[in-house]
């Protein structure tokens, strides 16, 4: 079974606007990565929190981490066309890591 | 340095047929895995190893096997394909266990069974 969820499936905006995308999982977790997959390739990673932050950030992107909630966002500012891809939180599951299905973003020129 | 490589990228097979996908990382890397990704489904994790001769289980093994008999090399086994096996397959490959390292993908293998 999966362990971290995405939500929502798709989304659609606008170039310029942000883009929030969110992940819930079900077990405690040491560390919950997100990844980028362009459409017809392999998944690329972004960014990495761990259990003992609450925020995290690197250039448009904000990643929070909600422990008590068991659940994570990636916020993505100031969204260009090239940012459209599928969004996939990682959670930890014993030896590997587990993936959500991803959010599928699209962002019109 | 060329990262994780897999081939072959793109194979159609027929039913009951076998073949062999395979993975080559160059970071020296001692996890690697075998994932597979169907619509709406994400990544399912097939198999996994975690050095040099071992492998093990993950959530989605049956009708498939592995065998990392190099420490660079993981390979994924399909004996007798059916076309519930039709999927893109990732291998991928981290320094370390869980989300602690970052886990390196390679560009995927289509596999269609017909």
């Known amino acids: 079974s999966q362990q971290g969820e995405e939500d929502p499936q798709a989304l659609s905006i606008q170039e310029g606007e942000n883009a929030t995308m969110n992940c819930s999982y079900k077990t405690s977790i040491n560390n919950l990565q997100w990844y980028r997959q362009n459409s017809g390739r392999g998944l690329v990673h972004l960014i990495l929190i761990r259990s003992n932050e609450r925020e995290k950030h690197s250039g448009r992107l904000r990643v929070t981490l909600d422990t008590s909630k068991k659940s994570s966002s990636l916020l993505i500012t100031a969204s260009r066309a090239a940012d459209t891809a599928s969004y996939f939180c990682?959670?930890?599951?014993?030896?590997?890591?587990?993936f959500g299905a991803g959010t599928r973003l699209t962002v019109k020129p | 340095n060329a990262g994780v490589t897999q081939t072959p990228k793109f194979r159609v097979l027929k039913t009951g047929q076998s073949m062999t996908l395979l993975c080559a990382q160059d970071m020296n890397h001692e996890y690697m895995y075998w994932y597979r990704q169907d619509p709406g489904m994400g990544l399912r994790l097939i198999h996994y190893s975690v050095g040099e001769g071992t492998t093990a289980k993950g959530e989605v093994p049956d009708g498939y096997n592995v065998s990392r008999l190099k420490k660079q090399n993981f390979l994924l086994g399909l004996e007798s394909a059916a076309p519930s096996q039709t999927s893109v397959y990732f291998c991928?490959?981290?320094?370390?266990?869980?989300?602690?390292?970052?886990?390196?993908f390679g560009e995927g293998s289509w596999l269609t069974v017909v």
């Open positions: 991928a490959s981290s320094y370390s266990t869980g989300t602690g390292n970052t886990i390196y």
């Open positions: 990682a959670t930890d599951a014993g030896v590997a890591a587990r």
